[in-house]
């Protein structure tokens, strides 16, 4: 059963840093692209970025590009998301999800979500 | 940039109702790299459907869905009490990854 743990959440002033982390179990990480993705309260879904399964090849939505960094332990099968300069519109809950392939092939299924984690809490104010 | 448009935004039916929601793309999604994903309250999302048709693992039959280049439906034949959730679509097309606002369905 694939499992992805998010911690590292928490209340941080703007224009601070955190790093958020998901543990994964259940499948071989190092074959699969990751992503993260966010939910503000009572808001929908916003894909925040993305990950190809050898770590070399990212992608980001453009309010986060130069401020977030994703990132992988293959090793430790560990997701990380780092975020800086955070605003308080980055205050969301930010979920970790896996993706069906290793990356964007022909049939993209890298950037398809098919397993998620519970999410862990942001919240940036003063 | 594809903005996707979801409607309604709520539908209130009753268990064992048919219910069809609606994705619309502000211009062609390539090669139907459309997803749905159901978010039942306090969860997290759940894909249902990739490649705008294809049910994913264990997604039960009664979901359904079809459409190409701008214009997206996921069908639930009978609403069962745990299908009561927001639907979200997403296109995986280009850079943006955009999903839709959702659309709550809530018993009546």
């Known amino acids: 059963e694939v499992q992805l743990l998010a911690s590292g959440g928490d209340l941080v002033q703007p224009g601070g840093s955190l790093r958020l982390s998901c543990v994964a179990s259940g499948f071989t990480f190092r074959n699969f692209a990751m992503a993260w993705v966010r939910q503000a309260p009572g808001k929908g879904l916003e894909w925040v970025a993305s990950?190809?399964?050898?770590?070399?090849?990212?992608s980001y939505t453009a309010s986060v590009r130069g401020r977030f960094t994703i990132s992988r332990d293959q090793a430790k099968n560990t997701l990380y998301l780092q975020m800086s300069s955070l605003r308080v519109e980055d205050t969301a809950m930010y979920f970790c999800?896996?993706?069906?392939?290793?990356?964007?092939?022909?049939?993209?299924?890298?950037?398809?979500?098919?397993?998620w984690g519970q999410g862990t809490l942001v919240t940036v104010s003063s | 940039e594809i903005v996707l448009t979801q409607s309604p935004g709520t539908l209130s039916l009753s268990p064992g109702e048919r219910v069809t929601l609606s994705c619309r793309a502000s211009q062609s999604v390539s090669t139907n790299f459309l997803a749905w994903y159901q978010q039942r309250p306090g969860q997290a999302p759940r894909l249902l459907i990739y490649?705008?048709?294809s049910r994913a693992t264990g997604i039960p039959d009664r979901f359904s869905a079809s459409g190409s280049g701008t214009d997206f439906t996921l069908t639930i034949s009978r609403l069962e009490p745990e299908d009561f959730a927001v639907y979200y679509c997403q296109q995986y097309g280009d850079s943006t990854r955009a999903f839709g606002q959702g659309t709550k369905v809530e018993i009546k």
């Open positions: 999800a896996k993706g069906r392939g290793p990356y964007c092939d022909s049939g993209c299924q890298g950037r398809v979500l098919d397993s």
């Open positions: 990950l190809n399964d050898a770590g070399d090849s990212t």
């Open positions: 490649g705008a048709s």
